[in-house]
């Protein structure tokens, strides 16, 4: 061989190792994409729409319900709500989101596992999923976004058994009942396994080449779909919580009000609220807590959050105008307390269409709610004559019964709606608003079935062990002084 040749050869040899050398990282890093990273923005919002729903709760909801009961029960209904917020929190880190939020093997329809049980598995590290292939949020600040959620829910209830319902009575209830009911309800609504998941399998199957390839991929399309909490498989729309949160907190005090019975002269007394004031403070505390709530439940900072932040402006004046004017046609004058009562019908049932509806579509649920509710809460409650204190069932559960299954008729893209992803296909698919209402009327019914008689359960074990309320005496005396040892006022 010439020298010449071998020159070239030694030179041919070289390159190609360089080549070698640089290229062989790229084309190893090739096959697989790089891991998404939470956007700062996304996470900075999520962040501050957790801390608005703790203000939903505390101050806004304890000022809310504390206004509208008697002064001596004022203190008693603030130390209720706060506790709530206190243990709920607790129970959501230590096995709450590990039941709302992970696979659950066997039961898995109904209610997760125990594998995130003491946030096992999860740091500064970890994210969660949103609703968008790729992006995602660091999974702190989405199990902090999720507990104010469970901590509101629970305080809703004591809304109905107000000022007759002991405090050790509540202390045993909620656990149990944010166990039994809120943390499977959770689950069945909200828990899937993220787009992620969906998007790869969907792939695999346009992909796969002959038939028993096509089945096999098609198949773990199927295992990827299936888990999912059973009414999420059912296709179920919730976007913020109105099964979840309202419908469920609403039928549970319903129960309460019945089992632990009236107040002592209710229908003989006059029982006013104590202040207005406090209520309209509260009321607009949660009005603007909710901003959080409805808007973050978008999970990032997009424009389905500023749908849900529009509708959550107009369903709201819609719903409170609404009230004022049935209640002027009704009772010939419009009261502040409708106003505030209003505001919270129309937040409750624009929250499970508030990422769906368009805002016309929001501005009609709100009406129809402001009227239905406020018609809920005078004449039909009078006529049944149950006591429910601070109208929990006539505004949540029955304004979340109107936002869930108007949540089917609105998401309709022929009604300005915004239609349902299609995840398999990439693209909005096509909208049956039929089927979409049995749907949500079916996960109406599961809410109302599962929490309905899990709650009255549930108060019946509670009077069994401690009681539910203080004796007649303690109760005229208020449970301010008699649960707590303190006045809300000293004069």
């Known amino acids: 061989m010439k020298p010449g040749s071998l020159r070239r050869i030694a030179a041919f040899a070289v390159a190609a190792s360089l080549v070698a050398l640089f290229a062989a990282p ?50 008693s209904l603030l130390m209720q709500v706060f506790f709530i917020e206190c243990i709920v929190i607790l129970l959501w880190v230590i096995y709450g989101y590990s039941l709302a939020f992970s696979e659950g093997g ?25 609703f968008s292939d790729g992006v995602v949020i660091p999974e702190y600040v989405y199990v902090c976004f999720q507990m104010t959620f469970a901590a509101i829910t629970c305080a809703l ?51 796969a080449s002959g038939d028993e390839a096509k089945k096999a991929a098609e198949a773990a399309l199927a295992a990827v779909q299936a888990n999912a909490g059973l009414a999420f498989q059912w296709g179920a729309l919730d976007f913020a919580g109105g099964t979840v949160v309202h419908i469920n907190s609403g039928i549970a005090g319903l129960m309460g009000a019945l089992i632990v019975g009236k107040r002592v002269g209710f229908g003989r007394e006059a029982m006013p609220p104590h202040s207005l004031t406090m209520t309209l403070i509260g009321a607009s505390l949660l009005w603007v807590g ?13 424009g389905t959050a500023a749908l849900a932040m529009i509708n959550t402006f107009v369903a709201t004046a819609a719903a409170a105008l609404a009230w004022m004017v049935a209640e002027k046609v009704a009772k010939g004058k419009p009261s502040l307390l409708g106003g505030a009562s209003g505001a919270v019908a129309g937040l409750v049932a624009v929250t499970p ?105 549930l108060f019946t074990i509670v009077k069994a062990l401690v009681g539910l309320r203080p004796g007649t005496d303690q109760e005229r005396e208020g449970l301010d002084l008699v649960d707590h040892g303190e006045r809300a006022y000293n004069y």
């Open 157 to 207: 209830i004591v809304g109905s058994m107000a000022e007759r319902m002991k405090f050790a009575a509540i202390v045993l209830f909620i656990p149990l009942w944010a166990t039994f009911v809120y943390f499977p309800i959770a689950h069945m609504v909200w828990y899937w396994s993220g787009p992620g998941g969906l998007v790869a399998a969907a792939k695999a199957v346009a992909a």
């Open 26 to 75: 790229a084309l190893a890093q090739a096959p697989t994409p790089p891991a998404p990273t939470p956007n700062k923005g996304d996470t900075a919002w999520m962040m501050t729409a957790s801390a608005l729903v703790l203000l939903m709760t505390i101050p806004g909801l304890a000022l809310f319900y504390g206004g509208l009961v008697r002064t001596k029960n004022m203190l």
């Open 353 to 457: 269409a508030s990422g769906y509806a368009g805002p016309m579509g929001a501005i009609v649920l709100g009406i129809v709610a402001g009227v239905a509710c406020m018609f809920m809460c005078s004449a039909i409650k009078n006529a049944l004559s149950y006591d429910d204190a601070l109208d929990v069932f006539g505004v949540h559960c029955i304004g979340g019964i109107i936002g869930a299954i108007g949540t089917g008729i609105l998401a309709a893209p022929s009604l300005g709606g915004t239609g349902v992803f299609d995840y398999t296909i990439g693209k909005v698919g096509d909208y049956d608003m039929v089927a979409q209402v049995i749907v949500q009327a079916k996960t109406v019914c599961l809410t109302l079935v599962w929490s309905g008689v899990g709650s009255a359960i």
């Open 106 to 130: 066997a039961m898995n329809a109904f209610v997760g596992g125990f594998s995130k049980a003491f946030l096992a598995g999860i740091t500064p590290d970890t994210n969660a999923e949103t």
């Open 290 to 302: 909710w901003f959080g709530f409805n808007a973050g439940s978008a999970l990032e900072a997009n």
